[in-house]
């Protein structure tokens, strides 16, 4: 209900009376309401009660950023205004009690006014898909308000707790970049950001995707101001505690200390919720229920910061981000030596979570959940940190030392007691101390192994007087070394110490294997490492400080070992060709058009399918999953669920009317519901309808399944053992392989596995679902699959296909895991839709959807190469292991495009490459960007490296020698046409200085042990079309209306990859008229039918064609009225022809040339041509911990005539980091019985903004037409993908010097992704050396590689 200028809510029912009334402003309205639910959260308020959906649901748990949005507070006593970003998916909705919120919605919009970072960021082509992108638009707006001009560290620090899977990142920060001091002249000066440092442009080329001279200025005056209203009310009225109740929760927001202490001597089992980081996510995902939470972020004694003589006390509510902020002026102020404890702080601060979670987050907060990886509680516990601990009897002070931790996640704070502050000491002049993390990802991650390290020396000394060493992640809580601690006070700082103390160090940190956790070895080897880089920087400081003391030098390779890593600018540059000079104004093809959607999805108008308003009678699903990995089915109970109130029905197997079993192949092993057995974690049991999704879940928690547990197999090596396959086996053959090896000078074997990657596609999957007249059925559903989709819900209901209708504007991003698995759950919410005759809706929880929708398929390579003594390729033999999960789905063709890229780009006339499928009791894996290749051209180039290390030549020469050249043919036979890999390897190798940068990373190496750097060049071979013949064809409508503007339909979907704006701009050119003269709605089957999915990266290809040959057939029927009146305009020829009764609507359609490969005869040709591309990358290793940076990559991608450049290039980037995901560091890992570990952005990591090369250049190879595809271009989707290994290579070619240092060489394995622990595990030394790995199948593994 609308009250005056402002919403004001009071209509629930069934509330105890308890509530206060909640006030807060929302994009300036002020809203009321009477009965706040405590256990919703901000997001959902939102989205759901104020229909405010710009702000995205992407995980739920602060991982994604996708929710942010700016919480404005006032504090009548400075008279101060403080703007602050939060994730809305952890912000509770009472917590905003008397604040202002600003939501994606109340800054632009496309009708009146765009806010300056909605412009910039669509105009700089940093939004695809666009699900993350109000989430970004949020965090840096926020940042703006508090830092008018920041500088671009700042931008890289407020984007540090946001994902997007889709652009890379570079785009997002370079449009941002205009915001800084420096900003960008738009190429008005010398050594604009923009401009190429390379000085060979050719002609004709540019490097300007956008324009910053045209960007409306940024005017921070003009921004809206804090609500007078509100600021009034706030000055006016004294704090009182205030309760808001559900009939559920209660939540208290005491002012005083004294009612603070009350309420938790009445209630001392109740939670304080100050940034709510760890009790939103204990009741998210832990099934944790606490229904008295006190908000303590209001009471003054817990949010003060005081100095005092000895250091600094901190209040238990203070923020993370006031904390740093507050240690960053006293590390200015005071000398260096007392504020040493400050600095580790502060540079543990900047790699703790994001900055959403620093902005609200607390240290109480962070000391009291205890966690074993707790980033804080190490450096706390090292610097003899007290906590001054309060209740209602009275209080404490207790040294946070190692007695405060009784047990996991467990201390000795009682239950009555409240952490009043913290008191963090300065140091003193004999004093170090140093704070470390090593964490799978740099930014925004949680530690694997975290530690404080302190030393006193006695003063004129470097003898040990006192040191404390504390370490997180090497037990169940935070522990201190105390053997350690005993044995090294008396000991001189010097030579000879780190190993004195190494067996002290194991004895104190022992971890057996299987321990909880897992990587041992490597967290034993990092707990040493760490203690060697402390003793290094103590050395360092002790030899720069104490001039008097003759302590030990340093060796000058060791100094880089604490060096810290730098921040990524966003430099680079990116080159294409221009449209050439007559080429007319209207056609559009060919220039770096924005994509269609972009503002909108800036100002969060561009609706996903959740955005889309719930309907009166709309119904919601929660899903019952199996908990087993292989079991059968004894009983399902849903009574108790039924009884919940607000349960509709409970829908399982025996609710399907048509057919419940699919699949591609005659094997039908897809169910849409169990049935009586289960094959992995994660399959429908049944469904339960509710009144929302709230109530849905939990009614769906509590459907009782009881089983009897089977035997699981998860890994590729299980099934091999356990001879678990599918019954089809794939080879292709040509020559004579055991000849080519008998005639080769070197034999090489290996193996090498590359692992699962989960899409993370930042919209997990949607559907809804209407009944509508009689039996027809309208489904609106986040898929890449619109006619699958249909076919299926009309098999799965016993209907004909014309009866379902389905449609869908646009993806949250896709990448091939909305193609086949969200068919599936479309007919499981069609059958639900069908029993209760009303519409239902669907939208996965991240968790659920990383739990069902299976992954990218993991691969073992297992290789024999023969080589002659020069690296030329004699005879190569390649098994390749697919695991498929439990079921079949596109495995098939995944491993077959598979085998079909395993020579990336080399020739050899002798080669046998044969496919197996493992059949094991995991999600089943699917469809993912590359389907397949990118797992079979790493084998192939693992092949050439090991050639290049065992034959000790130049790996780059050994390349070379096996190019393909212009008329070789495949393995399979197809022979290469048009082939411009040399071109693009010679401009990539000349462009990124390769030659020069080899010379300068091994001088590098040389001067540095614990540093290393590495460079490698890779190429890359992709072949265009889908493998089934069938799936070459699409269709187009094209219409055009009495006012000239053109509609147009076809089969692709709109999911980021900008197809919609690609066709647009194919139009364009046909019809001979502007762009903004043509316009695409949706995708549906009923206005093209049977269409392929969008994938294969070919629907541009395709949809294109079809495109244009209806434009081609409209112009062909306009073309009368042009001749008659040629000086007319497009208007008035549509409008003579209207007049003349002339059809203004056409369909096209389109087919690829007749392609094929017969696997029984090993005959045909697979695809139209081949896409082509080259990169360069340098990275740097920290040998002691496995981390690592990219440095700078270069790419030369064939993209043919680039039917759009901007795109293109953000295709690239895109598909480059993702890819850099799959190889590097995203680590997917299940429990041995089959339960994935690595679920939510918590655990699974996909690349963060930091993780992107510091210097990331990209062009578009110049004059490059291709004669195979729409306006000559190429396709760009996936291609580009395995790039990225080349920063595999060059993290290889580091590691294989570390090993050289340490007297270790030749070949070595090591498994992608090339995560830190397998990088410091490689790097082998005499700290590696105290923990071998225990051998496989002596233990119990806490987790496996699938
Ligand atoms: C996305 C994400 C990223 C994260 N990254 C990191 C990371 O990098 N490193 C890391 O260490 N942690 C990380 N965390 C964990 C978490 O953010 C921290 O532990 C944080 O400090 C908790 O503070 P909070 O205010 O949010 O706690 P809340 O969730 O509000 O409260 C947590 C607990 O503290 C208790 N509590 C609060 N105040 C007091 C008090 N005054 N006295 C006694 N008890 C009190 C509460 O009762 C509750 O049990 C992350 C969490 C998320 C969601
Ligand atoms: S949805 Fe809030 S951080 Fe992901
Ligand atoms: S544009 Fe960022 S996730 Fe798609």
Redesign the pocket.
């Given at each position: 209900m609308e009250g005056a200028g402002g919403i004001c809510f009071s209509d629930h029912r069934g509330r105890p009376s308890c509530s206060d009334t909640l006030v807060f402003f929302c994009n300036g309205k002020k809203v009321i309401d009477h009965h706040a639910d405590p256990s919703m959260t901000l997001l959902s308020y939102l989205r759901t009660k104020l229909r405010l959906t710009g702000s995205k649901l992407g995980c739920g748990?602060?991982?994604c950023g996708a929710c942010t949005v700016m919480v404005s507070k006032y504090s009548p006593k400075d008279k101060s205004i403080s703007h602050l970003a939060v994730?809305a998916c952890?912000t509770p909705i009472c917590s905003v009690h008397c604040m202002a919120v600003t939501t994606v919605e109340g800054i632009g919009n496309t009708k009146t006014r765009l806010h300056p970072v909605q412009e910039r960021l669509a105009k700089a082509h940093g939004s695809q898909c666009g699900f993350c992108t109000p989430g970004i638009v949020m965090s840096m707006y926020t940042l703006l308000r508090n830092r008018p001009h920041p500088t671009m560290g700042e931008i890289e620090g407020a984007l540090e707790?946001n994902l997007c899977r889709c652009t890379g990142y570079r785009p997002i920060l370079q449009g941002f970049k205009t915001f800084t001091k420096e900003g960008c002249c738009g190429k008005n000066s010398k050594n604009c950001c923009m401009s190429s440092s390379s000085n060979n442009i050719d002609l004709g080329v540019s490097t300007q995707l956008f324009d910053p001279t045209k960007f409306v200025p940024y005017d921070p005056t003009q921004e809206p101001i804090f609500p007078p209203e509100l600021m009034m009310m706030l000055t006016e009225k004294t704090p009182v505690l205030e309760t808001f109740c559900s009939d559920k929760v209660t939540w208290f927001r005491p002012v005083l200390l004294e009612q603070l202490l009350k309420l938790k001597s009445k209630h001392p089992q109740?939670?304080?919720?100050?940034?709510?980081?760890?009790?939103?996510?204990?009741v998210k995902f832990k099934n944790q229920h606490y229904s008295t939470l006190?908000d303590?972020n209001h009471v003054p004694e817990?949010k003060r910061i005081e100095d005092t003589p000895t250091g600094v006390r901190v209040?238990?509510?203070v923020?993370?981000t006031s904390l740093g902020d507050h240690l960053k002026k006293l590390i200015g102020a005071e000398p260096e030596h007392k504020t040493r404890v400050f600095s580790a702080i502060v540079e543990m601060l900047r790699?703790?979570?994001?900055c959403?979670?620093?902005n609200?987050?607390?240290?109480?907060?962070?000391?009291?959940?205890g966690?074993p990886?707790?980033?804080?509680?190490p450096l706390l516990m090292a610097a003899l940190c007290t906590v001054e601990?309060m209740s209602s009897k009275g209080g404490r002070t207790v040294t946070l030392d190692g007695s405060f931790f009784t047990g996991y996640r467990k201390n000795i704070?009682e239950p009555e007691?409240?952490?009043?502050n913290i008191s963090i000491p300065f140091s003193s002049q004999n004093e170090y101390f140093y704070g470390y993390?090593q964490?799978p990802r740099r930014e925004?991650?949680?530690?694997v192994v975290?530690a404080g390290m302190r030393v006193v020396l006695i003063p004129g000394t470097d003898e040990v007087e006192d040191c404390t060493v504390a370490y997180?992640g090497m037990a169940p809580t935070t522990v201190l070394a105390t053997k350690t601690m005993e044995n090294i006070k008396g000991k001189n700082w010097s030579d000879g110490l780190v190993e004195h103390i190494t067996p002290f160090l194991v004895e104190d940190l022992p971890l057996p294997p299987g321990a909880p956790g897992g990587m041992e070895s490597y967290r034993q080897s990092l707990a040493l490492g760490f203690f060697f880089k402390f003793y290094l920087a103590v050395l360092e400081q002790i030899n720069r400080d104490a001039v008097n003391i003759i302590g030990s030098s340093i060796p000058e390779s060791y100094k880089s070992a604490n060096q810290s890593w730098d921040k990524n600018s966003a430099q680079g540059v990116q080159m294409y060709q221009e449209v050439p000079s007559g080429q007319p104004d209207s056609d559009a093809v060919g220039r770096p058009l924005t994509h269609l959607s972009a503002l909108k999805q800036t100002t969060g108008e561009a609706v996903y399918v959740d955005d889309i308003p719930h309907m009166d009678d709309e119904l919601y699903l929660g899903l019952v999953i199996s908990k087993k990995a292989h079991a059968n089915i004894i009983s399902v109970d849903a009574t108790k669920a039924l009884a919940v109130e607000g349960v509709h029905a409970y829908v399982d197997v025996n609710d399907v009317p048509g057919r419940n079993r699919f699949g591609p192949s005659l094997l039908y092993d897809d169910v849409l519901f169990a049935d009586a057995k289960v094959t992995c974690v994660g399959m429908v049991i049944g469904v339960v309808v509710a009144d929302n999704q709230a109530i849905a879940q939990a009614a769906a928690k509590i459907v009782d399944v009881k089983y009897e547990e089977l035997p699981v197999v998860v890994t590729i090596e299980d099934a091999i053992e356990n001879n678990s396959f599918f019954p089809i086996t794939r080879e292709i053959k040509t020559g004579n392989v055991e000849d080519g090896l008998e005639g080769s000078d070197v034999i090489i074997d290996g193996e090498i596995k590359i692992g699962a990657q989960e899409h993370f596609y930042l919209e997990t999957f949607t559907t809804l679902v209407i009944p509508k007249d009689g039996d027809e059925v309208e489904i609106i559903s986040a898929t890449q699959s619109l006619t699958r989709t249909q076919s299926l819900v009309a098999e799965a209901l016993g209907i004909p296909i014309h009866k379902v209708m389905c449609h869908v504007k646009r993806l949250g991003g896709g990448f091939g895991g909305k193609e086949s698995r969200t068919c599936l759950h479309a007919g499981v919410c069609a059958v639900a839709a069908n029993k209760v005759n009303r519409p239902v809706r669907l939208m996965l929880d991240r968790n659920e959807d990383m739990l069902i929708t299976g992954t990218r398929h993991p691969i073992l390579g297992r290789y024999r190469a023969g080589v002659s003594k020069s690296g030329q390729l004699r005879a190569l033999h390649i098994d390749l292991y697919s695991n498929c999960g439990h079921t079949y789905d596109c495995s098939a063709a995944v491993l077959e495009r598979a085998m079909l890229h395993a020579d990336n780009c080399y020739k050899c006339t002798n080669v046998c490459v044969t496919g197996h499928l493992c059949r094991t009791n995991l999600a089943s894996n699917t469809g993912f960007r590359g389907f397949g290749s990118p797992q079979a051209m790493l084998v192939a180039e693992t092949v050439m490296s090991d050639i290049a290390t065992k034959c000790g030549l130049n790996p780059l020469k050994v390349r070379e020698l096996n190019f393909y050249k212009e008329g070789d043919r495949t393995h399979y036979g197809q022979e290469l046409q048009s082939l411009c890999l040399e071109r693009c390897w010679e401009q990539c190798i000349n462009t990124s200085n390769f030659v020069n940068r080899r010379q300068e990373v091994d001088e590098y190496n040389r001067g540095n042990r614990w540093r290393k750097r590495g460079i490698a060049v890779i190429p890359t071979k992709f072949g265009i079309s889908f493998n089934c013949k069938l799936y070459n064809q699409a269709g187009a409508l094209v219409h055009i209306y009495g006012d000239g503007s053109v509609l147009i339909a076809h089969g692709g979907t709109e999911m980021g990859q900008g197809l919609h704006t690609k066709m647009i701009q194919v139009a364009s050119r046909i019809l001979r008229i502007p762009a903004d003269k043509i316009h695409i709605s949706e995708t549906s089957t009923s206005t093209v039918p049977n269409t392929s999915s969008t994938a294969a990266s070919f629907s541009s290809d395709l949809n294109g064609m079809a495109i244009k040959e209806a434009c081609e057939t409209l112009l062909h029927r306009l073309e009368p009225f042009i001749q008659d009146d040629p000086k007319g305009s497009w208007e008035s020829w549509v409008n003579a022809a209207y007049m003349n009764r002339v059809s203004l609507s056409s369909t096209g359609f389109f087919k690829a040339r007749d392609l094929y490969f017969d696997w029984e005869t090993g005959q045909g040709e697979p695809y139209t041509y081949f896409v082509y591309g080259v990169a360069v990358s340098e990275v740097e290793i920290d040998c002691l911990t496995g981390g690592h940076q990219v440095l700078r990559t270069d790419i030369v991608m064939d993209v043919g005539d680039s039917l759009n450049p901007a795109i293109d290039i953000g295709q690239i980037e895109g598909a480059f980091v993702q890819g850099y995901g799959l190889f590097v560091l995203e680590d997917y890992r299940v429990t041995p019985s089959g339960h994935l570990l690595t679920i939510g952005?918590?655990f699974y990591k996909i690349p963060g903004f930091g993780d992107i090369p510091s210097e990331f250049n990209v062009s578009l190879l110049t004059r490059a037409p291709n004669p195979f595809a729409i306006c000559s271009s190429k396709a760009v989707g996936e291609p580009p993908l395995f790039l990225s290994a080349s920063v595999y290579f060059a993290i290889k070619d580091a590691v294989l010097s570390a090993r050289e240092d340490a007297g270790i060489k030749g070949v070595f394995r090591l498994d992608s992704p090339a995560t830190a622990d397998r990088i410091r595990m490689a790097c082998q030394d005499q700290f590696t050396k105290q923990f071998p790995s225990p051998a496989p199948g002596t233990y119990k593994p806490f987790f496996v590689r699938p």
């Open positions: 748990e602060g991982g994730n952890l707790g109740a939670k304080m919720v100050v940034g709510n980081s760890e009790v939103g996510v204990e006190i303590v817990l209040g238990g509510s923020s993370l790699w703790f979570a994001g959403q979670i620093r609200v987050a607390c240290l109480a907060g962070n000391i009291t959940t966690s990886v707790s980033d804080l509680n601990l704070i007691e409240i952490i009043i993390k964490s925004d991650d949680i530690a975290n997180g952005p918590g």
